[in-house]
Nanobody
Framework: QVQLVESGGGSVQAGGSLRLSCSASGYTYNIGCMGWFRQAPGKEREGVAGIRTRSGSTYYADSVKGRFTIAQDNAKITTYLQMNSLKPEDTAMYYC??????????????????WGQGTQVTVSS
C-alpha cells in the first residue's frame, strides 16, 4: 500500500504562482510514476503532469506546458508541482497519484493505483 498526502493549495490571483507537494509513504519502491491530476466542478479528472520515478522523465498536458513543472526530491518521497502564470481556468481540486507501472505517458486515471485526498487551487481574475 502507498499513502499520499498533498499540501500547498490555496487562492491566488491570475499570473501568480503556487507550489504543491505530495508526500508518499508505504511501499514507495514499487512506484513507477508519480502524477498530478485536477478536477474542476462538473468536469472529468484530467492529467496535468507526470514524472517517472527511475528515469526522471516528465510529461505534461498541453494546457500547462511551459507554466507547470513537476519534480521529485532525491529520495523520491516527495513530488512537487510548481505552478506559474496561473490562470482562472487552472482552478480545480488537484490530486497526487502513484502508478505501480509506468503510467506516465498517457496520464490516464486508469493507470494510477493510489490517490491522495486532494488540495484546492483557486485562481481569481
Amino acid at each position: 500500500q502507498v499513502q499520499l498526502v498533498e499540501s500547498g493549495g490555496g487562492s491566488v490571483q491570475a499570473g501568480g504562482s503556487l507550489r504543491l507537494s505530495c508526500s508518499a509513504s508505504g511501499y514507495t519502491y514499487n512506484i513507477g510514476c508519480m502524477g498530478w491530476f485536477r478536477q474542476a466542478p462538473g468536469k472529468e479528472r484530467e492529467g496535468v503532469a507526470g514524472i517517472r520515478t527511475r528515469s526522471g522523465s516528465t510529461y505534461y498536458a498541453d494546457s500547462v506546458k511551459g507554466r507547470f513543472t513537476i519534480a521529485q526530491d532525491n529520495a523520491k518521497i516527495t513530488t512537487y508541482l510548481q505552478m506559474n502564470s496561473l490562470k482562472p481556468e487552472d482552478t480545480a481540486m488537484y490530486y497526487c497519484a502513484a502508478a505501480l507501472m509506468s503510467g506516465c505517458y498517457a496520464l490516464s486515471t486508469n493507470d494510477f493505483n493510489y490517490w491522495g485526498q486532494g488540495t484546492q487551487v483557486t485562481v481569481s481574475s
